[in-house]
């Protein structure tokens, strides 16, 4: 009997350790709400890093700049799959893009990170697990963009409004 109580009395402090760490975690995210607004280095620069996994999910939905900034973005794939099974880039399309279609395209071109020549206004290679990729661009004029992981099949789950203001 005595054995038994002590087997129950170590299953709940498990349990309420693992119910304790994942509020910490619900309590880390409930901030962020999928938006960024994004962290200024200096005036006209601004650095935006995206995370993302071995799910099709980027971290963030909303990225906000200011129109005539320079953006510095890195995306960090914090999976364990390879970039040929659970590859993820970040494509920031033209404006008035459809969607649909440049992933229809995007699916013949691998051999330029499934982004079509000419297609899009900047784009980070496709990582894989524990890979990452930083790119510099110009921010394009005020608007709203759309962005998107153009790897097959991924635009419609991972995508996401950049909104220049």
Avoid: Q
């Amino acid at each position: 009997m005595k054995n038994t109580f002590n087997k129950l009395a170590i299953l709940c402090v498990l349990l309420v350790s693992i119910s304790l760490l994942g509020c910490e975690s619900k309590k880390a995210d409930s901030g962020s709400k999928g938006e960024e607004s994004a962290k200024k280095s200096d005036s006209n620069s601004t650095k935006i890093t995206m995370t993302v996994g071995d799910a099709m999910k980027f971290d963030k939905t909303e990225i906000k700049v200011k129109a005539g900034s320079t953006v510095t973005l890195t995306i960090t794939h914090t999976g364990k799959m390879k970039k040929e099974v659970m590859g993820h880039n970040f494509v920031l399309l033209k404006k008035g893009t459809d969607i649909a279609e440049f992933g229809k395209n995007a699916m013949a071109a691998k051999a330029t990170d499934y982004v079509p020549a000419g297609s899009a206004l900047a784009n980070t290679k496709v990582v894989g697990g524990g890979e990452s990729d930083t790119i510099t661009f110009k921010v394009p004029e005020k608007g709203t963009y759309d962005f998107i992981c153009s790897f097959p099949g991924h635009f419609s789950m991972m995508k996401g409004k950049f909104i220049v203001e």
